[in-house]
Every structure is written in structure tokens, then in C-alpha cells.
């Protein structure tokens, strides 16, 4: 569905500002996948996201979606940025899930509640008096009534409690499981088998590691534990 290839994007290029953020990269995402994309500050993940996301057209390499570019995809992609509240513009919270091109009013109820919402206790309510997390969950019923193909998250995670965590964890699964690609751009890969089957590692811009989740995240996993300590020091502690 989604192919990316040889893509590699200089910013301000040709200015004596330009600066590279992604170099030589080939990834595929196919229908109902799910993609987690981690890596350092800086490594170039969120201008993968807004590549695939199709609002950035990267200056070197193809990203297409069925053979289109991908920045004329439109409603087939949907993005959610760390921030919600710039993506929710109107006031009360059903006005805002029924705002989009091709949403219905009937498309509110259902989509609220595929995020773990009340449609009863919410809809009416104004968008300024939700929690961050609340918001975040809003924004995403919009973009999921919206029907894409993909949807891509820039640290979806970030400022989410542990049940929040989890009812969105839930809630990818479960888009995912009818037909949804979804990419998920995050530091954190804790629980990642539950809403991607493969995980892909940025380094400087460029693909570190591209492999299952489970081994993945058992790399993840290895290379971020604590060093054991020398073996002297743990004599001397007996
Ligand atoms: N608009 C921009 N103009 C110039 N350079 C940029 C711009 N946006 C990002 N960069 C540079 O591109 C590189 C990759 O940035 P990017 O934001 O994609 O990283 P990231 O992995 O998302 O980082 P973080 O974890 O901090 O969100 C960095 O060196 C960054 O300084
Ligand atoms: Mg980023």
C-alpha cells in the first residue's frame, strides 16, 4: 500500500542552513499493518511522519500510496500530532468529530466510541473542559471518521496516564483489526506488540534496525538495560 523508496529529505537545501534529516530509506506498510517507528531525539522521525503523512514531499526517493504520491493521498491519510488541541477547531466535542469532508452525523457516536468514549456524556460537551488525554482521544475519533487508509501518530503516548495508555493501545488494536494501517511514532515501545507487527529503528536518519515486533523489542529491550554491575563490586556487597 504505502512504499517508500530510496527517500531522503534535506532541509532549507541549497542554503548554507540545509540540514539532512533522513537519508536512503526504503519501507513498506501494507494494508491493516502496524508500523512502530522509534529512535532518538533527532533521528528524523517526525519528518518520516510527516512524509508519510504526505504534508512533507521529501526532496530525494518516492513515497507513494497505491502508486499515487503520497502528497496527493489526502483524506486516505489521516495524522495526529503530539499536540491535539491544534488539531480540534471547533467548540463542542460532536460538532468537531462531524467537521471533515464526507463525515456524517450519524459517523460521531460510533467513532467516539471506538476511542473509549461515552457518546452520551461527551458529544454536548465543550472541548476546552477535557483533560489533554481526552482531547487527544477526540482528535482521533475525528480522524477516524473520517475513514482513512493510514493513520500516523507522532508520540501518541506522551503526557498519557497509565489508563490512558491502555485504552489507546486498545483502540489501535482494534482499528488495526479492521483493515487500518497505522504508523506509531514514539520513544516508547512498552506494549508495542499490541498495535504493531514490526518495529523500525531511526539512527541519524537512517534505518538502524527493520525487523518483527517481538524481536525488536527484545532488542529494544537489551540494549536500554541497566549495565550489571562489575563483578568485584557485587562481591564486595555479599
Ligand atoms: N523545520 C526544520 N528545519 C530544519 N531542520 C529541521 C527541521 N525540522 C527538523 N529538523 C532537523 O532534522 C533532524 C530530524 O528532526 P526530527 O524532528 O525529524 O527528529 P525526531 O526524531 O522527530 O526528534 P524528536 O524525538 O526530538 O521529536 C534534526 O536534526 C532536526 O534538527
Ligand atoms: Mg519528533
Same mark, same amino acid.
Given at each position: 500500500m504505502i512504499e517508500l523508496r530510496g527517500v531522503g529529505h534535506v532541509y532549507s537545501p541549497r542554503t548554507p542552513w540545509a540540514r539532512r534529516a533522513l537519508e536512503g530509506i526504503d519501507i513498506d506498510v501494507g494494508v491493516g499493518q502496524g508500523l512502530l517507528i522509534v529512535g532518538a531525539n533527532g533521528s528524523g522521525k517526525s519528518t518520516l511522519a510527516w512524509i508519510l503523512a504526505g504534508l512533507t514531499v521529501p526532496t530525494e526517493g518516492t513515497a507513494s500510496l497505491s502508486g499515487q504520491p503520497l502528497d496527493r493521498a489526502g483524506p486516505k491519510v489521516a495524522v495526529s500530532f503530539q499536540h491535539a488541541r491544534l488539531q480540534l477547531f471547533r467548540s463542542t466535542v460532536g460538532s468537531d468529530v462531524a467537521? %471533515?469532508? %464526507?463525515?456524517?452525523?450519524?459517523d460521531v457516536d460510533p467513532a467516539l466510541m471506538a476511542v473509549g468514549l461515552d457518546p452520551g456524556e461527551v458529544?454536548?460537551?465543550?472541548?476546552?473542559? !477535557?483533560?489533554g488525554g481526552q482531547q487527544r482521544r477526540v482528535a482521533l475519533a475525528g480522524l477516524l471518521a473520517r475513514r482513512p487508509e493510514l493513520l500516523v501518530l507522532d508520540?501518541?503516548?506522551? %503526557? !498519557?496516564d497509565h489508563e490512558g495508555r491502555e485504552t489507546l493501545v486498545g483502540v489501535l488494536g482494534r482499528v488495526r483489526a479492521n483493515g487500518l494501517a497505522v504508523v506509531v511514532v514514539s520513544h516508547d515501545y512498552e506494549d508495542a506488540e499490541e498495535f504493531a507487527d514490526r518495529v523500525v529503528a531511526l539512527e541519524g536518519g537512517r534505518i538502524a534496525m527493520d525487523v518483527g515486533v517481538r524481536e525488536g523489542m527484545a532488542r529494544l529491550t537489551e540494549r536500554d538495560a541497566p549495565p550489571a554491575p562489575p563483578a568485584a563490586r557485587r562481591k564486595a556487597r555479599q
Amino acid at each position: 500500500m504505502i512504499e517508500l523508496r530510496g527517500v531522503g529529505h534535506v532541509y532549507s537545501p541549497r542554503t548554507p542552513w540545509a540540514r539532512r534529516a533522513l537519508e536512503g530509506i526504503d519501507i513498506d506498510v501494507g494494508v491493516g499493518q502496524g508500523l512502530l517507528i522509534v529512535g532518538a531525539n533527532g533521528s528524523g522521525k517526525s519528518t518520516l511522519a510527516w512524509i508519510l503523512a504526505g504534508l512533507t514531499v521529501p526532496t530525494e526517493g518516492t513515497a507513494s500510496l497505491s502508486g499515487q504520491p503520497l502528497d496527493r493521498a489526502g483524506p486516505k491519510v489521516a495524522v495526529s500530532f503530539q499536540h491535539a488541541r491544534l488539531q480540534l477547531f471547533r467548540s463542542t466535542v460532536g460538532s468537531d468529530v462531524a467537521w %471533515g469532508r %464526507g463525515v456524517e452525523e450519524a459517523d460521531v457516536d460510533p467513532a467516539l466510541m471506538a476511542v473509549g468514549l461515552d457518546p452520551g456524556e461527551v458529544r454536548n460537551r465543550r472541548i476546552d473542559e !477535557l483533560s489533554g488525554g481526552q482531547q487527544r482521544r477526540v482528535a482521533l475519533a475525528g480522524l477516524l471518521a473520517r475513514r482513512p487508509e493510514l493513520l500516523v501518530l507522532d508520540e501518541p503516548f506522551a %503526557g !498519557l496516564d497509565h489508563e490512558g495508555r491502555e485504552t489507546l493501545v486498545g483502540v489501535l488494536g482494534r482499528v488495526r483489526a479492521n483493515g487500518l494501517a497505522v504508523v506509531v511514532v514514539s520513544h516508547d515501545y512498552e506494549d508495542a506488540e499490541e498495535f504493531a507487527d514490526r518495529v523500525v529503528a531511526l539512527e541519524g536518519g537512517r534505518i538502524a534496525m527493520d525487523v518483527g515486533v517481538r524481536e525488536g523489542m527484545a532488542r529494544l529491550t537489551e540494549r536500554d538495560a541497566p549495565p550489571a554491575p562489575p563483578a568485584a563490586r557485587r562481591k564486595a556487597r555479599q
